[in-house]
């Protein structure tokens, strides 16, 4: 695969100014808005270049060509079957011109890693982001069993069985055991480099954690999801806690570990955790957190029954819990504003995460 040796550099200078991609790169929510609307003509634009995928570039036979429309916003997912065997799933790149797919990379490199510390993952069957064989990024994998965990999940109350919550928290305790160097989102150069291990691009989860902390904050208080008061406290309490940044595990971090990105084939064990593109090196006790802010808090107790079979919480564990709950509330309430999503009817305003993280603080 050859790419530019410039482009990955300028890859990994963007992806250094990064807290969370949906959060700071401005962009994207226009584009996600427009997308939406034509995504059923974009997948039959891009049939073709899936044909001569698995025609000319695997040598296909008798192909079926399925596209998965309910799956990807700036990917378009296919299934194709074949003569020679299991359906393929092939991503493609719906915006070619706004950014080359360097999540095809990452997972290229992290799925072998999962599969070598016996987690379920796809197979990456081929991939390239170079555009010089075909005009766009496209990625083939095995097709993984299971459907998203919103397939078991109560719309309304967010139940889940209490097994496959501690199902979520082992799984997630089990890639926290694979550890890199560096913090914070991986360098794209580094994933080029076949005997060398990926690495995060931060010297300090410090230098990731309080990244465009100022800027949050005031979008926050702009669209009035906190109070000017609010603001002056966050602000005083991520500087007060800074000690907790450092000397910090460097734990693989899926970064997104959202329903929409785990699978179950039973509703009661893990079989695959997908879509790493926001993967990250660094505190399992932010992930943790991250998780938390998409669940009840009910819940917790739970996931972390299962999450603690395989490995343990640190001492100042609630602590840092509600600090990083916090900082990711934050970018999750600019994402979501910045996205144009509304609030879920029948449930709270999700930036009360906010206001709620720093009472928990406070006590």
């Given at each position: 695969?050859?790419?530019n040796?410039?482009?990955?550099i ?8 990064i ?22 003509v974009?997948s039959e634009h ?6 001569y995928i ?8 008798n192909?079926?060509i399925?596209?998965l ?18 359906p ?6 719906r ?6 797919a ?11 890693l999962?599969?070598k510390h016996?987690?379920g993952?796809p197979t990456?069957?081929d ?5 010089s064989a075909v ?5 083939v994998m ?11 999940e ?8 209490p097994?496959l919550?501690?199902a ?7 890639v ?9 989102p ?6 080029l480099?076949?005997?060398?291990m990926?690495?995060?691009?931060h010297a300090s989860?410090?230098d990731?954690i309080m ?5 949050h904050?005031?979008?926050?208080q702009k669209?009035?999801a906190?109070t000017?008061?609010?603001a002056?406290d ?10 907790m940044f450092y000397?910090v595990?460097?734990s693989?971090l899926?970064?997104?570990v959202g ?6 084939d ?6 695959a ?7 990250m ?10 998780w938390?802010t998409?669940?009840r808090d ?9 999450y ?9 564990f609630e602590?840092?819990?509600w ?6 509330a ?6 979501r504003f910045?996205f144009?999503?509304a609030?879920?009817p029948?449930?709270p305003?999700?930036s009360?995460?906010?206001q709620?993280a720093l ?5």
């Amino acid at each position: 695969m050859l790419i530019n040796h410039s482009d990955l550099i300028a890859a990994d200078t963007k992806r250094k100014t990064i807290f969370y991609a949906k959060t700071d790169v401005a962009d994207l929510g226009d584009i996600c808005t427009g997308l939406k609307q034509t995504r059923a003509v974009e997948s039959e634009h891009y049939r073709s270049f899936v044909a001569y995928i698995a025609q000319e570039r695997l040598g296909l036979h008798n192909i079926s060509i399925s596209p998965l429309l309910g799956a990807g916003t700036f990917r378009l997912l296919y299934q194709v079957e074949h003569s020679s065997g299991a359906p393929l799933i092939v991503r493609v790149n719906r915006v070619p011109e706004f950014s080359r797919a360097w999540d095809f990379l990452i997972e290229s490199r992290i799925y072998p890693l999962l599969h070598k510390h016996g987690l379920g993952a796809p197979t990456i069957i081929d991939v390239d982001v170079s555009r010089s064989a075909v005009d766009i990024d496209y990625q083939v994998m095995t097709k993984v069993s299971g459907s998203t965990l919103k397939s078991f999940e109560n719309a309304q109350t967010q139940y889940m069985p209490p097994c496959l919550l501690r199902a979520i928290g082992a799984y997630l305790a089990r890639v926290h055991t694979i550890t890199f160097s560096g913090y914070g989102p991986l360098s794209i150069t580094s994933l080029l480099v076949s005997d060398q291990m990926p690495y995060g691009l931060h010297a300090s989860w410090a230098d990731y954690i309080m990244l465009r902390l100022d800027e949050h904050v005031e979008l926050c208080q702009k669209i009035n999801a906190i109070t000017s008061s609010e603001a002056a406290d966050i602000l005083s309490v991520l500087t007060t806690y800074q000690h907790m940044f450092y000397d910090v595990p460097t734990s693989l971090l899926h970064g997104d570990v959202g329903n929409q990105n785990c699978l179950s084939d039973d509703g009661e064990r893990i079989t695959a955790l997908v879509d790493w593109e926001d993967a990250m090196v660094g505190d399992p006790v932010f992930e943790i957190a991250f998780w938390g802010t998409f669940f009840r808090d009910s819940m917790l107790a739970t996931f972390l029954e299962g999450y603690t079979t395989v490995r343990s919480l640190p001492a100042d564990f609630e602590c840092r819990y509600w600090i990083y709950y916090l900082r990711s509330a934050l970018s999750k309430t600019v994402h979501r504003f910045r996205f144009g999503y509304a609030d879920h009817p029948g449930r709270p305003p999700a930036s009360l995460r906010i206001q709620k993280a720093l009472n928990k603080i406070r006590r």
